[in-house]
């Protein structure tokens, strides 16, 4: 646990108490007056209660459309199944900015509804609310349709025979045994909802802002560290309570069920309804998943004088004009592909120490550990961002010129992915072949080496995938720290974003597109990988 412990306290924990406690002193004085005068102003009560209610919103809406699929995935086999599977998940280790980018595209200024019906929603509340159940559709249909899969469907046969009907039968049996996985899933949604920013900032406009998205105005654009001290202290302060309530969920999943092979539970749709069910959640998945994505794809290539590859060739353009960007944009793609790669390496290997010392030890000290490491996940990226640039300018870890400065803050993303892809693999591997390991006369590093390694090497590298995916998108933190010379792909997109013209739009279309094929290519490979449907991604 000490090299885990030694990297959070100083590239998580120390950036972010210095920034906090910057913003709330003045003089080296403490101002706790600072925050009633915060917490009563009624435009920051206003994005805090929509803060609220839209990932509260969010959270619903994706389990009302996502749990239907939960079911397909887990209890029927159709044809393509396995490849459908990784196109679901590619949603959610796509960069926040290209989700608003695809939104944008089928749904803003210039997208196809505009064109077709001469309507946008853009800048609506209902933008941001289907873009949060794209991204967190794969979450639920992972999290509930894993555990549904491996819940021995017996059980509530029995209770069939026994008298009760359907309904009665999967309210009594299965339901009881899978509410504290949809419970699990679901504050897993009402966290990413919650602390989103990249799709927020794209598609609700000035009318629009989460608790994240202030932080960032308050401290990139109004330069106001007490508001945004005190607004940060608030979201930490509601994603640790979320993060307590997801772990007792993940202790009660984990300690109340009896399973099955989940190969066994799946058979082929029977009768008019269940081919209904399965067409329907085929169909939602085209219009919410891919519809999204084509239009996104489709942007890319409409350039003015009719489809092509004009803005990708533009892209190799030696500098933007007008001082965007210092280099040609499509370097990011280079640098992003070298961050990722650096951060996913950076992220083994914390990741991978902090679940071997999970599966050791047990009480609430490791708990409280298990906790710190998902913190990384619902803590303001906008705040470690600020952090870093603040605190690691001074020997020994003056790192602020450096170039990795911005791999390490996408390996504390990292981290959570490799842990819980990992934890369930580790945790299943036989004490007793440790021990007799020993007995032989093996030292713990070969035990580890002989025995755990072949045993998880698939894990480690589904691990890495993901990591390497959520690195490659990580766009909070390296706004703040991503030179202008080395920009990565999200904070190249965002720039385009923000600049006005046909020729920056689709820039940044093609980008995004470029960034997606990335991501896909990741997951279909990680798809081809794995070998169990185990862990919380």
Same mark, same amino acid.
């Given at each position: 646990?000490?090299?885990?412990?030694?990297?959070?306290?100083?590239?998580?924990?120390?950036?972010?108490?210095?920034?906090?406690?910057?913003?709330?002193?003045?003089?080296?004085?403490?101002?706790?007056?600072?925050?009633?005068?915060?917490? *009563?102003?009624?435009?920051?009560?206003?994005?805090?209660? !929509?803060?609220?209610?839209?990932?509260?919103?969010?959270?619903?809406?994706?389990?009302?459309?996502?749990?239907?699929?939960?079911?397909? !995935?887990?209890?029927?086999?159709?044809?393509? =199944?396995?490849?459908?599977? $990784?196109?679901?998940?590619?949603?959610?280790?796509?960069?926040?900015?290209?989700?608003?980018?695809?939104?944008?595209?089928?749904?803003? +200024?210039?997208?196809?509804?505009?064109?077709?019906?001469?309507?946008?929603?853009?800048?609506?509340?209902?933008?941001?609310?289907?873009?949060?159940?794209?991204?967190?559709?794969?979450?639920?249909?992972? &999290?509930?349709?894993?555990?549904?899969?491996?819940?021995?469907?017996?059980?509530?046969?029995?209770?069939?025979?026994?008298?009760?009907?359907?309904?009665?039968?999967?309210?009594?049996?299965?339901?009881?045994?899978?509410?504290?996985?949809?419970?699990?899933?679901?504050?897993?949604?009402?966290?990413?909802?919650?602390?989103?920013?990249?799709?927020?900032?794209?598609?609700?406009?000035? +009318?629009?802002?989460?608790?994240?998205?202030?932080?960032?105005?308050?401290?990139?654009?109004?330069?106001?560290?007490?508001?945004?001290?005190?607004?940060?202290?608030?979201?930490?302060?509601?994603?640790?309570?979320?993060?307590?309530?997801?772990?007792?969920?993940?202790?009660?999943?984990?300690?109340?069920?009896?399973?099955?092979?989940?190969?066994?539970?799946?058979?082929?749709?029977?009768?008019?309804?269940?081919?209904?069910?399965?067409?329907?959640?085929?169909?939602?998945?085209?219009?919410?998943?891919?519809?999204?994505?084509?239009?996104?794809?489709?942007?890319?290539?409409?350039?003015?004088?009719?489809?092509?590859?004009?803005?990708?060739?533009?892209?190799?353009?030696?500098?933007? *004009?007008?001082?965007?960007?210092?280099?040609?944009?499509?370097?990011?793609?280079?640098? *992003?592909?070298?961050? $990722?790669?650096?951060?996913?390496?950076?992220?083994?290997?914390?990741?991978?120490?902090?679940?071997?010392?999970?599966?050791?030890?047990?009480? =609430?000290?490791? +708990?409280?550990?298990?906790?710190?490491?998902?913190?990384?996940?619902?803590?303001?990226?906008?705040?470690?961002?600020?952090?870093?640039?603040?605190?690691?300018?001074?020997?020994?870890?003056?790192?602020?010129?450096?170039?990795?400065?911005?791999?390490?803050?996408?390996?504390?993303?990292?981290?959570?992915?490799?842990?819980?892809?990992?934890?369930?693999?580790?945790?299943?591997?036989?004490?007793?072949?440790?021990?007799?390991?020993?007995?032989?006369?093996?030292?713990?590093?070969?035990?580890?080496?002989?025995?755990?390694?072949?045993?998880?090497?698939?894990?480690?590298?589904?691990?890495?995938?993901?990591?390497?995916?959520?690195?490659?998108?990580?766009?909070?933190?390296?706004?703040?720290?991503?030179?202008?010379?080395?920009? &990565?792909?999200?904070?190249?997109?965002?720039?385009?974003?923000?600049?006005?013209?046909?020729?920056?739009?689709?820039?940044?279309?093609?980008?995004?597109?470029?960034?997606?094929?990335?991501?896909?290519?990741?997951?279909?490979?990680?798809?081809?990988?794995?070998?169990?449907?185990?862990?919380?991604?």
């Amino acid at each position: 646990m000490a090299v885990p412990l030694a990297f959070f306290g100083v590239f998580f924990g120390y950036p972010v108490a210095a920034i906090v406690g910057r913003g709330v002193r003045a003089g080296g004085e403490w101002q706790p007056s600072r925050a009633a005068e915060v917490l *009563s102003d009624p435009d920051v009560l206003r994005v805090l209660w !929509f803060t609220l209610w839209q990932a509260a919103a969010s959270t619903a809406l994706t389990l009302v459309i996502a749990l239907p699929a939960a079911y397909v !995935f887990a209890r029927f086999a159709f044809p393509g =199944k396995e490849l459908l599977r $990784a196109v679901v998940v590619v949603p959610f280790v796509l960069p926040t900015v290209v989700v608003g980018s695809a939104f944008l595209a089928l749904l803003g +200024r210039g997208g196809m509804l505009a064109e077709l019906w001469g309507f946008r929603l853009d800048t609506t509340i209902w933008a941001i609310l289907l873009a949060h159940v794209f991204f967190n559709y794969a979450v639920v249909v992972r &999290t509930v349709g894993g555990l549904w899969a491996q819940l021995d469907p017996g059980q509530e046969e029995a209770a069939r025979v026994l008298g009760a009907s359907r309904f009665a039968a999967w309210r009594r049996v299965t339901l009881p045994a899978l509410a504290p996985s949809v419970a699990a899933a679901a504050l897993m949604v009402f966290l990413f909802t919650f602390t989103s920013f990249g799709a927020v900032q794209i598609l609700g406009g000035p +009318r629009y802002a989460t608790l994240e998205v202030e932080i960032y105005r308050q401290t990139a654009q109004l330069l106001d560290l007490p508001t945004a001290a005190v607004l940060t202290l608030v979201q930490f302060a509601a994603v640790a309570a979320i993060l307590a309530l997801h772990a007792w969920t993940v202790r009660r999943r984990e300690t109340a069920l009896s399973l099955v092979d989940a190969r066994s539970t799946a058979r082929r749709p029977r009768g008019p309804g269940q081919w209904a069910l399965l067409a329907g959640v085929l169909a939602v998945v085209a219009l919410l998943i891919l519809l999204p994505l084509g239009v996104l794809v489709e942007r890319s290539l409409a350039g003015p004088g009719g489809y092509g590859f004009a803005f990708y060739r533009a892209l190799q353009s030696a500098a933007e *004009s007008g001082g965007t960007f210092v280099v040609a944009p499509l370097e990011a793609v280079w640098n *992003s592909l070298r961050y $990722a790669v650096v951060a996913t390496a950076i992220a083994l290997v914390i990741g991978g120490l902090a679940a071997a010392a999970l599966t050791r030890r047990a009480g =609430k000290l490791v +708990r409280g550990f298990d906790a710190l490491l998902m913190l990384p996940l619902g803590t303001s990226a906008v705040t470690v961002g600020f952090g870093f640039l603040i605190t690691l300018d001074e020997p020994p870890l003056d790192l602020r010129s450096s170039w990795l400065l911005v791999p390490l803050a996408q390996a504390l993303v990292g981290v959570p992915f490799v842990v819980r892809t990992m934890l369930p693999v580790l945790r299943a591997v036989d004490e007793r072949l440790r021990e007799a390991a020993a007995v032989l006369g093996a030292s713990p590093l070969r035990a580890w080496r002989e025995v755990d390694l072949p045993l998880v090497r698939r894990a480690l590298l589904v691990a890495a995938g993901f990591a390497f995916a959520v690195s490659l998108g990580e766009f909070g933190a390296t706004v703040f720290i991503a030179r202008p010379d080395n920009p &990565t792909l999200p904070v190249a997109v965002a720039r385009f974003l923000g600049r006005a013209g046909e020729l920056n739009y689709g820039q940044a279309m093609a980008l995004s597109t470029i960034l997606m094929l990335v991501c896909a290519a990741a997951l279909l490979a990680l798809e081809r990988i794995r070998t169990d449907r185990s862990g919380e991604f």
